[in-house]
């Protein structure tokens, strides 16, 4: 038996052993079972595990009165070069500082002026900050990317491919692997303090926020905005149409595929699948957010965010609730829910993000 054969079996072990227990625990009123922590995490890093590369740096130094300005890029993998942007302070009487990573959202890049801003702002803060442009967005999507045309380009070509040793994940957790590898890479700067390094992101960034951070240890402090929901709960209660809208165009795609009139539940769920795999259990938010406990965790939500339904949500933030209670670190997890709001950044986030890192990191 293969080694990967293996594999599925004790994922489908593991499926049965989870359903029986949530239809047991389901009848007796408590708290969904989740994957142990120590699978989850690994499982995770053995989806995306690809060959090493050196990340061959380089960048470029601007200053203003206030503020070192640095563009480079590194390399993720050996044929991807992830373009990033860093403001620190020019008045620090630190040696080492540290770091706040910031994310944008679909359809963004680092360039965008309110990813500038924020950058701007945390330097400010005696923080140096950076911003990388997620796969298939800013530089990384070439010059013609009229309505995000190489990110859905993309997602329909892992949805089409039929060779699992070819099979991409453009949809978030490729970018997942390049913050992975970012860290690496910011361990090497002898200007970065290896102890402290946050990670904040909007929106999709949010949610590579809450993929990559809770797996990785080297993250000290998150706030994922606008990002923590269930993607289990969104399909089970008719809830999935605003993260698809995200990508219209795919799931239009696979619809058509499938053989179907409209985008619907069933055809959401075999997109999600394929290019998601374990994003219905295992890699959902209310699982592998437990993974960041004990360490200081921001979740910032908008109650009538249509892209993250706050029911769904809520499943996420119970599930953190039970895992800092567990681990005695219950004051290190805040959990802010702006009334009567969609989906969208407020001022409010910022003020709440910056403190939380002020606090914290």
């Given at each position: ?7 599925q ?6 499926l ?9 625990k ?14 989850v ?22 200053i203003?009165?206030?503020?070192f300005?640095?563009k480079?890029?590194f ?5 991807e ?35 500038k801003?924020?950058?701007?702002h945390?330097?400010k ?34 949805w089409?491919n039929?060779d ?11 970018t ?14 002898s ?11 909007i ?36 809830r ?5 809208g ?8 696979a619809?058509k ?26 890699f959902?938010?209310?699982s ?8 200081p965790?921001?979740?910032?939500s ?10 769904g949500?809520?499943?996420?933030f119970n599930?953190a ?41």
């Amino acid at each position: 038996m293969s080694v990967k054969s293996w594999f599925q079996i004790k994922h489908l072990l593991w499926l049965v052993i989870l359903l029986l227990t949530f239809q047991l625990k389901t009848v007796n009123g408590q708290s969904p079972v989740y994957f142990p922590e120590s699978k989850v995490e690994q499982d995770f890093r053995n989806l995306l595990a690809r060959p090493a590369a050196t990340p061959q740096p380089y960048s470029v130094t601007s200053i203003t009165d206030s503020v070192f300005i640095e563009k480079g890029y590194f390399h993720s993998e050996a044929k991807e070069k992830v373009p990033f942007l860093i403001n620190k302070p020019v008045f620090s009487k630190l040696k080492k500082l540290p770091v706040i990573i910031v994310l944008h959202g679909t359809g963004g890049s680092k360039d965008d002026k309110d990813i500038k801003d924020l950058l701007y702002h945390f330097s400010k803060l005696g923080f140096m900050a950076i911003a990388i442009d997620a796969r298939f967005h800013g530089e990384r999507a070439g010059t013609d990317n009229k309505n995000n045309r190489r990110y859905t380009e993309a997602i329909i070509e892992a949805w089409e491919n039929k060779d699992p040793k070819k099979q991409t994940h453009p949809f978030f957790f490729d970018t997942v692997y390049d913050l992975w590898k970012l860290t690496d890479y910011l361990l090497t700067r002898s200007d970065v303090e290896p102890s402290r390094i946050g990670m904040t992101g909007i929106s999709m960034g949010g949610i590579e926020t809450w993929m990559a951070a809770s797996v990785d240890k080297r993250i000290k402090v998150a706030v994922p905005i606008i990002a923590a929901q269930s993607f289990k709960w969104s399909l089970e209660n008719n809830r999935w149409q605003g993260r698809a809208g995200t990508i219209r165009a795919v799931h239009e795609k696979a619809a058509k595929d499938l053989g179907d009139t409209a985008v619907n539940t069933e055809n959401v769920k075999a997109l999600w699948n394929k290019i998601l795999p374990g994003i219905l259990d295992e890699f959902d938010c209310p699982s592998m957010i437990r993974l960041f406990a004990p360490r200081p965790l921001l979740l910032l939500s908008n109650a009538e965010d249509q892209n993250c339904p706050l029911p769904g949500a809520e499943i996420a933030f119970n599930a953190a609730k039970d895992a800092y209670r567990s681990k005695n670190a219950s004051a290190k997890l805040k959990i802010n829910i702006t009334p009567n709001e969609p989906h969208r950044f407020l001022p409010q986030h910022l003020k709440l993000t910056s403190e939380w890192f002020v606090q914290w990191l």
